[in-house]
């Protein structure tokens, strides 16, 4: 099982998964790490455990985007796609070619607080803002539209009454953590079966 990452930012969940590999617990090999964000920090964590890394920038490649993000993964040809904080929404062509094989992690409890404009610390903000008690974070499998793809996992984390959006995201990206590798696992192992918007999981290995 060969995975492709992309992720746009600090790249700590791409830091998770990198770990879980070098453990043995996730049976696949990072094949590569694609970033959107000229010196993302996600980039220089690959490099330092010796993965091929690619950063393609949208303000220079303008329409050319998706064409070379896909060129470049139909080269790598993986068996996964993992998006580990990856800001851009994929195109229906990526989507369609990687169906059932993209996997993304949103800081939500999804359908709260996701979709377009909801990504990073401005899901938290809102989440602050609306006053929920409880918020979380979803693994899902990436269909066309914007987090609207079958949940794989989902884990709540509390909001205590003297939070801040930055206290809820350091709490909501600790268990991210745990839940993405976990996620990343189930999936490198051939247990999740799709079956429309149900994600089964063979708890049996
Ligand atoms: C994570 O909280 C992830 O869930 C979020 O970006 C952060 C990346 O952190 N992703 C999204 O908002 C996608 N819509 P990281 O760069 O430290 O891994």
Known sequence: MRLV??????????????DSVEEGSIPA????????KEGAYALERAKIHGIPTYCLSKKDLKDRFYRELLRIIEEINPDGIILAGFITILNEEIVNKFQNKIINIHPSLIPSFCG????????HKAVYEYGVKYTGCTVHF???GADTG??????????????????IAEKVLEVEHKLLPYAVKLFAE??????????HINQFK
């Open 5 to 18: 990452i992309l992720a746009s930012g600090n790249g700590t969940d791409l830091q998770s998964i990198i």
């Open 29 to 36: 090999k990072i094949a590569a790490v694609i970033s959107d």
């Open 116 to 123: 377009k404009g909801y990504y990073g610390e401005k899901v």
């Open 142 to 144: 990436v269909d066309a």
């Open 150 to 167: 079958p949940i794989i996992l989902q884990e709540v984390v509390k909001v205590e009454e003297d939070d801040t959006p930055e206290t």
């Open 190 to 199: 051939g247990r999740l079966k799709v079956e429309g918007r149900k994600v």
